[in-house]
């Protein structure tokens, strides 16, 4: 069987809290450590569904704070458990194998579900979109998605990725759904490597394929990256993430249009792909510029509200751009002009921070009062690989609303 390095995004783990400092707990826990007792050690508890005697795994101890357990008021520990726990089963935790054969036992408590599964839905209107026989309509889209990065607590993924029209002949429509597995690489730098396979198609299912993919990601480590993105000319909080991905792709359908010609029906493809967060430029100018706002009395917009502007923090008017660079290279496919295929895409954003809006009556943001701001105006060059590469540019204009 596969293993790795385990990452928290990756795969689940239940912790119980236990308070080894309770007034109940302290004593005897005191009393108990100096006659071989070890409060660091798995083997010294024992959790067991209620009414039952059969126990669950513990992987491992975790001590909070000094993780001592020789004070009269010790440090409380987490049990960590990566096996599976039933949510509508109540548990016990009990300290185990006490030198004196006392017994310090929990109340029975439930676990909470350990997946978390993304969702969501965006509906929106585009106008002249291109449809798949080179015409031009008005349409409405959705766009859906959903993932769940584990099933249960195995290392099985799901993920859907859909874009439906209401004109199916739009050629950005597609459906995609992926299923797989995914495993750490390395335990100190946040590499999962995964295994998948993807149905997928276009809304008219003229175009229909399966891909078998293998795939790894991360973030370009910090160090490597640190001094191209903190300088005089950009200021960048987070390091780029990329993925490398090589896929086997049998087609299924195949739609052949003037601009998406027919591809090798056992084909394969690299794809490379890099996403730079949002960085600011000229972060020298930006400080002078939310400086010259303080002064003049613009502290309030600048700021946290409260008319005491903080030059430190905001970057309001400053400008940001956020960068997203693809390749499919189709070593298997021939340009018209005999050349190895290679489909680049890409978008780029410009993000121009506003002043915080005060929304102090909407109770959704009632602890403070405030939402951020900014302008996002974006070109993107995409092509779509459900649909034979059928490439799409556009420009978007809109105000984002941030808590």
Request: proline letters at 5%.
């Amino acid at each position: 069987m596969m293993s790795g390095a385990v990452y928290p995004s990756m795969r689940p783990a239940e912790q119980i809290r236990v308070f080894l400092n309770a007034d109940a707990v302290a004593d005897e826990v005191s009393a108990q450590e100096g006659k071989g007792w070890d409060c660091t050690s798995p083997g010294s508890y024992l959790v067991t569904p209620q009414g039952s005697t059969k126990r669950v795994k513990i992987e491992a101890v975790l001590p909070i704070g000094k993780g001592s357990c020789n004070d009269t008021t010790p440090d409380p520990v987490l049990l960590q458990i990566s096996v599976a726990v039933d949510t509508k089963t109540a548990y016990e935790v009990s300290l185990a194998g006490l030198p004196d054969g006392k017994v310090v036992r929990s109340a029975a408590t439930k676990f909470s579900s350990a997946t978390k599964a993304s969702f969501s839905a965006t509906p929106q209107a585009v106008p002249g979109e291109a449809m798949n026989n080179g015409a031009k309509r008005d349409v409405g889209q959705l766009s859906y998605s959903y993932s769940v990065p584990f099933i249960g607590h195995s290392p099985i993924l799901f993920n859907t990725k859909d874009i439906f029209s209401t004109d199916s002949e739009d050629a950005k429509s597609s459906w995609a759904a992926t299923t797989g597995v995914s495993f750490g690489l390395f335990p100190a730098w946040y590499a999962p490597l995964k295994i998948t396979e993807t149905a997928q198609g276009n809304q008219a299912a003229s175009n229909v394929s399966a891909a078998t993919n293998l795939s790894v990601s991360g973030l370009v480590p910090w160090y490597w990256s640190r001094k191209a993105l903190n300088n005089s000319v950009i200021d960048a909080g987070l390091a780029p993430e990329f993925s490398l991905a090589g896929a086997y792709t049998r087609r299924i359908e195949q739609l052949v249009t003037a601009k998406t010609p027919k591809l090798a029906e056992n084909d394969a493809s690299i794809n490379p792909f890099l996403t730079v967060e949002p960085f600011y430029l000229l972060p020298a100018k930006c400080t002078q510029f939310q400086t010259w706002i303080k002064t003049h009395g613009g502290g309030a917009a600048a700021g946290d509200g409260s008319g005491k502007g903080s030059a430190s923090t905001s970057r309001q008017f400053c400008v940001g751009l956020q960068l997203d660079l693809g390749l499919y290279y189709l070593p298997l496919d021939k340009t018209k002009a005999g050349s190895e295929e290679a489909e680049g895409y890409g978008d780029i954003s410009i993000l121009i921070p506003l002043s915080n809006l005060n929304f102090g009556d909407f109770q959704i943001v009632k602890a403070d009062g405030l939402l951020n701001s900014q302008i996002h105006i974006k070109w993107s060059d995409s092509v779509n690989a459900a649909n034979n590469y059928a490439r799409t540019r556009q420009w978007t204009f809109g105000i984002e609303v941030m808590k």
